[in-house]
């Protein structure tokens, strides 16, 4: 510890050498680099080991692992990027990457993109001057290009997006949208509710492949069962939470006030639910008695909602697990091609929990409508 000018203290952060150490100790530098590297390959005694080692804390030193890195070609750090923590847009439990990747011995760098595909390209060249070992990548909005993932996937470097992007051939672990949207539907319609819509936001339906594929396997479900679907979009663009459910509503209102609307809808996401919902009970339209309504992502506003509402989960915790193990095989040379799906779940609450002896099928629920 030193003084500094105000007569407070700070700590003396001058790299020790491991010739320092070996001096004080009375050892030799090969001695104290097998003993704080733990190599199996030290037959110092254990008096020794702990005196070296309670000098090398004395000392306050610190391993260096840039020359660490270069000496052994890896770093044992893995880069994220994310397009930012909005609302229930991350479909990966980042805590939980973080946490099975500190076991497996790797650190973690996160970086967000706001969506911006400059930014997108300037952290994965970042990350690779930073010598990480692999890179996974979380999808925001859907690219048609990208110079620096084609770079990559060329190189072979070990490289894996969450998600999937429509023109770029990479390796990937995702959630099943498609299988998401079909199980909302076939639930809707168990439920007793025939008459169908499905509202989207206008960046989603143009720029987001999973919202897509959540839609398309909605009308997959209906066009089996011959039933009618009305699409909505929210025009007017969003960047909140708050925002978004505003907006939602608004249409919300608009919809339910049709001669010949839905009685059931789905929403792409739980935010955009809860909009419907606060414009159903506006309107005094009973949920779910005269209104089903299903969101998706299980987000907190699922549960926060007036009315809670049955969702889509997607198992982020699997979609983590499986990125870590895949990421760790690919920095290990195992070069296999990774295209994996991880079906989502229903999760049923209030908006549709309509009892098996009230389901109402269409013909005799006109009355409602």
Known sequence: MERNIKGG????????TLKEISKRANVSVSTVSAILNNSPFCFAGEKTRKKVIKIAEELGYYPNLLYRSLRNKKTNTIGLIIPHLYYSEITIDIELLESILWDNGYHLFIGYTRN????EEALIKDFLSRRVDGIIFVIGKERNKNKEIEKIINKNFPFI?????????????????????????????????????????????SEDLTVKERKNGFLNFAKEKNLEVKEYYIEKGFNNVENLIEESEKIGMKILKEKNRPSGIFASNDEIAVGIIKSALKLGIKIPEELGIIGFDNSLSSILSPIPIT??????????KRAVENII??????????????????????????RPENIIREKSRACLI
């Open 161 to 205: 997006t969450v998600g999937r992007f429509k023109n770029l051939k990479t390796d990937f672990i995702s959630t099943d949208y498609f299988k998401g949207g079909y199980i909302a539907g076939k639930h809707l319609y168990e439920k007793g509710y025939e008459k169908l819509g499905i509202l989207f936001g206008k960046d989603e339906n």
């Open 9 to 16: 203290f700070f700590l003396n952060l001058k790299e020790v």
């Open 329 to 354: 095989n690919k920095i290990g040379e195992k070069k296999e091609k990774i295209e994996e799906y991880i079906e989502p779940e229903l999760i049923e609450r209030e908006s549709t929990r309509i």
């Open 311 to 320: 969702t889509i989960r997607q198992k982020k915790e699997v979609v983590a």
């Open 116 to 119: 911006d595909p400059k930014k």
